[in-house]
Structures are given as C-alpha cells and as structure tokens.
C-alpha cells in the first residue's frame, strides 16, 4: 500500500497564492505519474496537472499560467504553487499517483486531500 499524504491547502484571499505538497511513500519511478485533481461537493473529480520524472508536465486550461507544477524526487514529493488563486479555485484537491509495478500490475493511488478555499 502506498500512502500519499498532501499538505498545503488552507484559507486564502481573492488574487493570493497556495503551495501545495504531496508525498509519496515509496520511490517515485521514471514510469510513474503524479499530479493533482480538485473537486467540490457534488460535482466530478478534475484534472488540474500532472508531472513525470522525464519531465513532462501537463495543465488543465484553468491552471495554465497561475499553476506550475513541481517535483522533487528525491523526497518523492511534488508541489503544486498556485498563483492568482480566484473563488472558483475552492476545492478539496488530491494527489494522485498511478504507474505500473515490475510484475506488470498497475497501480493507481489516491491522497486524503486538501481543503482550498479563496474567499475574502
């Protein structure tokens, strides 16, 4: 079983900025993904970034410019620094981890999560 604990989230003005951490723990693999999702209550799990330890990160549109997605891997950790941050960032975000095992198993594990609220 692997464990992602998340920590960061908290309350925060209108234009204010978050950074968000996620650790992992077990050694993240050059197969592996991890990033973030947010959601709120009664609506879908969403895709607000991922990153790769071969360097590939992606953003959901709303996160592209305010978002930036960062990892460091030798604490198997990875950071989410949210910028800009408006009302409709309000969200419980989770980290998420998915990869596949030596033996062919695929993996797919899911944080606590984090409570993100902006509001003045």
């Known amino acids: 079983q692997v464990h992602l604990v998340e920590s960061g989230g908290g309350l925060v003005q209108p234009g204010g900025s978050l950074r968000l951490s996620c650790k992992a723990s077990?050694?993240?693999?050059?197969?592996?993904?991890m990033g973030w999702y947010r959601q709120v209550p009664g609506k879908t799990r969403d895709f607000v970034s991922t990153?790769?330890?071969?360097?590939?990160?992606n953003y959901a549109d709303f996160a592209q410019g305010r978002f930036t997605s960062s990892a460091d891997y030798d604490r198997d950790t990875i950071f989410l620094q949210m910028d800009r941050l408006k009302p409709e960032d309000t969200a419980v975000y989770y980290c998420?981890?998915?990869?596949?095992?030596?033996?062919?198993?695929?993996?797919?594990?899911w944080g606590q999560g984090t409570q993100v609220t902006v509001s003045s």
């Open positions: 998420h981890l998915s990869g596949r095992y030596w033996s062919g198993e695929d993996y797919d594990y």
């Open positions: 077990k050694t993240i693999f050059s197969g592996d993904v």
């Open positions: 990153v790769t330890r071969g360097g590939s990160i």
